[in-house]
């Protein structure tokens, strides 16, 4: 048998493809498993495994994007970016871990007409994704999984006065916000442990199948309706005896559906592709979770009160001299949809990216109401202690309880951008059926944030190593029961 052939084929070992590898390694000896990344390996890697440098980690672990001018922004385009490394996102995000509310779950196996979606039926996987730092909770927390995030327990010097001014709104305190109710003043969980990123490459065991780096798969092979394996960025052919799985995150599975034949006839017929399945929805109902930052000048920026480098802020913002502190709202239940589609036939050009941000008269009414609780907080006495006042950018006038909808408008149009959680361009239900499986064609599935068919309100890595753990237990009950 030719080297080259496997049982699987992963492509993409981001955060969901390094969970799929794993889970189907450990659970399938007998199976050859292999994962292709196209960025390097980042275990091991000084630069991703600590803090300090999570915002400065350097552009080569980055597919770095910008979107198409956005209708809703006032033209403009909004910097975008996924990583680009074994682990993926999990390699290069900030850490922050939230699963979401239950609403959402639940939302999806509506939406899709299968309970497996639903919030209780993905419970056991949330859990066996985390090793969770708060004890006590065992009805929605994992303590032996292999992600252990910790408590934002970090000694901010505005830690009290900041909670105080939330719960002056009349917000409730929220002991456990990742149980599957996220209301309320929480502290964030993250992940990171004892000063170290803890993530999908670095700590789910890859030991057992076989992974490679810097291999981008350019298609996958389809043969009478059949995934045979992938073809690499530089010809070469690999042979999936029985499935290829497609994890190249929302911005590039739909890509490489759509360059294998797998998408919208006209789409692929404009850059002569032949059509294997004619499939509108690929790269359709693209969302993301857009925010405003709103910049507060401190009362005492002497007392060492906020970050005062530059290089730790990649957001537009006043200068980082440790004289403001950011308040941001971001709409986490997004209504907009946008929608991924081809630059070219080259794998490695990026593709069109709109996620009409804005698009919705919800999504707009969100950042209002946000806005205005922002405003009411930062004037209540606790607030009053923190800041001297808002230090806006450009025309804008400071933000506060009077600003009226119209200006807050105008200010999230020009000042909106990513919070990078892109998601929902293979969507389940539409493209993938509620096993992950692509319609239309046989052995081929896709397994990563771009199956979300309906916008989860979390930052998404704690939503998405669930999701991943389930899709993994469906591929290994499917191989057991073959
Ligand atoms: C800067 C940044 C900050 C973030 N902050 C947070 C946060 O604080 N908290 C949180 O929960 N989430 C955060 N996220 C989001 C989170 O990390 C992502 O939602 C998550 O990683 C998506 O997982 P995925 O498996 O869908 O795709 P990814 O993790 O993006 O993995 C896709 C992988 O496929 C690879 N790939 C793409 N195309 C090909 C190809 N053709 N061939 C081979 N390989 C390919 C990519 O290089 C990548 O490694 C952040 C993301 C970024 C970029």
Request: glycine share 12%; with cysteine.
């Amino acid at each position: 048998m030719s080297s080259t052939t496997y049982d699987y084929i992963i492509a993409g070992g981001g955060l969901s493809g390094c969970v799929l590898a794993s889970r189907l390694a450990q659970a399938l000896p007998s199976h050859k498993i292999l994962l292709l990344e196209t960025g390097p390996d980042s275990r091991n890697n000084d630069a991703i495994a600590s803090p300090g440098n999570a915002w400065m980690i350097t552009p080569d672990y980055y597919h770095n994007y910008e979107t198409l001018p956005q209708k809703h922004l006032e033209g403009r385009r909004v910097a975008l970016k996924t990583g680009r490394a074994l682990g993926g996102g999990s390699a290069v995000n900030y850490g922050g871990w939230t699963r979401g509310d239950r609403s959402g779950y639940d939302e999806w196996a509506d939406v899709v007409g299968d309970e497996r979606w639903g919030y209780e039926a993905l419970l056991p996987y949330f859990k066996r994704a985390e090793t969770y730092p708060l004890p006590g909770l065992e009805a929605q927390h994992g303590y032996d999984g292999p992600i252990k995030p910790s408590r934002g327990d970090r000694g901010y010097l505005l830690k009290e006065d900041v909670r105080e001014a939330m719960l002056s709104t009349g917000v409730e305190v929220n002991e456990d916000a990742n149980g599957g109710d996220i209301r309320g003043v929480a502290r964030l969980v993250e992940s990171w442990n004892r000063r170290r990123r803890t993530f999908a490459a670095g700590d789910y065991d890859l030991s057992k199948g076989e992974v490679l780096t810097g291999r981008t798969v350019a298609r996958v092979v389809l043969e009478g309706g059949v995934a045979r394996g992938v073809v690499l960025g530089d010809g070469k052919r690999l042979e999936a005896r029985t499935e290829v799985i497609i994890s190249c995150g929302a911005l590039r599975t739909p890509q490489v559906l759509m360059l294998s034949g797998i998408g919208p006839r006209s789409q692929l017929e404009k850059f002569g592709i032949e059509v294997i399945v004619d499939s509108p929805q690929v790269g359709e109902n693209l969302h993301d979770h857009g925010m405003v930052s709103f910049w507060y000048k401190l009362r005492h920026p002497e007392q060492g009160l906020a970050i005062g480098s530059e290089k730790f802020i990649p957001f537009e913002a006043p200068p980082m001299d440790g004289s403001h502190i950011t308040v941001s709202v971001i709409g986490i239940h997004a209504t907009s949809r946008g929608s991924v589609s081809l630059a070219s036939t080259d794998p490695d050009e990026l593709p069109l990216i709109d996620p009409a941000y804005l698009a919705t008269e919800h999504d707009r009414a969100v950042i209002r109401t946000g806005a205005k609780i922002v405003a009411q907080m930062m004037e209540s006495p606790a607030g009053q202690r923190i800041s001297v006042g808002e230090t806006p950018p450009g025309p804008f006038a400071p933000l506060t309880s009077k600003t009226s909808a119209r200006e807050i408008d105008e200010r999230a149009r020009a000042c909106m951008a990513t919070t990078y959680h892109l998601a929902g361009s293979v969507a389940m239900g539409q493209v993938v059926d509620a096993e992950c499986r692509v319609k239309g064609v046989k052995g081929l599935r896709v397994v990563d944030a771009s199956i979300m068919p309906v916008s989860i309100g979390a930052h998404l890595q704690g939503s998405l190593y669930g999701i991943a753990e389930r899709a993994a237990q469906m591929i290994i009950d499917a191989a057991e029961n073959a």
